[in-house]
């Protein structure tokens, strides 16, 4: 069995007029998944996923045949002020509980909005919330995204440094390093003991395509994830402009990354 394994994130289903959720246990089976990703409102909007039904998802998991839950999306650690950082950590914390409760032991984190000392908030935020969830069985991906506090290789080589703990990794997402100019082969050798999730997007320029139509060397993602030892999940994303065809294109990701993965 490979130890790179595909997950279908509600992000890949999004778009379509429906609830994403319920679009990824229709779908994500249908196209040979057993392992998914929870994002969407209810886990970026502070305080909102205190009210998502977990029994209910627990339930329909089973029975649509998703084995797995793989990661955990959170609020983001604002950057304006120690005190909004600490808020954001208690905001984070809910998250984190709802992961155990569903079986899950990652959650992804990314950073609030990007400003001139930004990043100490971010820290401290950080700070806060391992404090919180001390002796909870799950660890923080932090997770580039363009435009927020968490981004270049300068800001990873300092929170790995400052957060020198295993409790707290990277999710390397291809499409926003992809976006933001990061080069993330360089980045993933650098941290490899601590990669703990992978998003998997294809992107032409900063917009996001099916997987394997765009301009990311996603063979060579496998590649260094072989050589580094990860062994983990690969969550498949997609914010493509047509949405109508995401069923479609999840199917065709499976097919290609199975197939790449299978090769090396």
């Known amino acids: 069995m490979s130890d790179l394994t595909l997950s279908c994130t509600t992000c890949a289903l999004r778009g379509r007029g429906r609830d994403e959720i319920e679009e990824t246990f229709r779908y994500a089976p249908q196209a040979g998944y057993t392992q998914w990703g929870l994002g969407g409102p209810f886990t970026w909007e502070p305080g909102l996923i205190q009210w998502l039904d977990v029994q209910k998802i627990l339930r329909r998991m089973k029975e649509v045949g998703l084995d797995t839950l793989t990661e955990v999306w959170t609020p983001p650690i604002r950057t304006e002020s120690k005190e909004a950082a600490e808020l954001g950590a208690e905001h984070v914390a809910m998250s984190a509980q709802v992961a155990v409760d569903l079986g899950c032991n990652r959650i992804v984190q990314t950073g609030g909005e990007r400003r001139e000392g930004g990043l100490v908030q971010t820290v401290e935020g950080l700070h806060r919330l391992l404090d919180r969830i001390e002796g909870f069985p799950v660890r923080v991906c932090l997770e580039p995204h363009v435009g927020s506090q968490i981004l270049t290789r300068e800001d990873f080589d300092t929170l790995m440094d400052e957060l020198d703990t295993d409790r707290v990794g990277i999710t390397v997402d291809t499409g926003h390093f992809h976006a933001g100019r990061v080069d993330w082969i360089s980045l993933i050798r650098a941290h490899a003991e601590r990669i703990y999730n992978v998003h998997l997007k294809d992107h ?3 917009q996001s395509v099916p997987i394997g139509r765009g301009e990311i060397d996603l063979q ?7 050589e580094v030892d990860y062994q983990g999940p690969l969550a498949v994303e997609l914010e493509v402009e047509d949405p109508e065809n995401l069923p479609q294109y999840i ?5 290609t990354m199975t197939q790449w993965i299978g090769e090396e």
């Open 204 to 206: 032409v320029g900063k």
């Open 220 to 226: 060579a993602l496998v590649s260094v994830l072989r």
């Open 251 to 255: 199917q065709e990701a499976y097919r």
